[in-house]
């Protein structure tokens, strides 16, 4: 099961840096015009400031979804979750980060979906201690690792 470390974001510094459009992962073009723009994380990845947190992925139960050990999570707890969400979830004592499945609502039950296919399907049920706590909107992923 995939556990998460919740840290909360601070909002207090704005830092802006360069951000350049058109970066493309085919054959770069001699012509191409490589726009200098800024990115502000706070301002262009967070929706929702008062209800947004950050979490450190510990696990491996959505590696086929692209979300490994280490990664960043941008958790937004004000939307609503829907089917197919990734959201982490609060389930009989233990945060886990997984796919939302309700195609089972009418028959009165739930199901989070790991991306690995190591670890079974979780069936939620009215019985189930169990709150969805946030929908992940963004992944930050380190490509160097430390060494």
Do not use: C
């Not at 490589?34 to 450190?56: A, C, K, V």
């Not at 086929?64 to 389930?91: C, M, N, Q, R, W």
């Not at 980060?97 to 089972?104: G, Q, R, V």
């Not at 939620?124 to 169990?130: K, R």
């Amino acid at each position: 099961m995939n556990e998460i470390e919740i840290v909360s974001p601070s909002f207090e510094e704005q830092v802006s840096l360069p951000i350049f459009e058109g970066l493309r992962a085919g054959f770069p073009s001699p012509a191409a015009d490589y726009e200098n723009d800024t990115l502000d994380f706070n301002r262009d990845f967070i929706q929702h400031p008062d209800s947004t947190f950050y979490g450190r992925v510990r696990g491996d139960s959505m590696k086929d979804a692209g979300i490994t050990e280490g990664d960043i999570l941008v958790v937004d707890k004000s939307l609503e979750p829907e089917h197919g969400d990734v959201v982490v979830a609060y389930f009989n004592r233990e945060f886990t980060i997984k796919f939302l499945d309700t195609t089972h609502a009418v028959d009165g039950y739930m199901e989070l979906v790991p991306a690995n296919d190591k670890y079974r399907k979780i069936h939620i049920d009215v019985n189930d201690d169990f709150v969805i706590w946030g929908v992940v909107v963004f992944t930050i992923k380190p490509w160097r690792q430390k060494i």
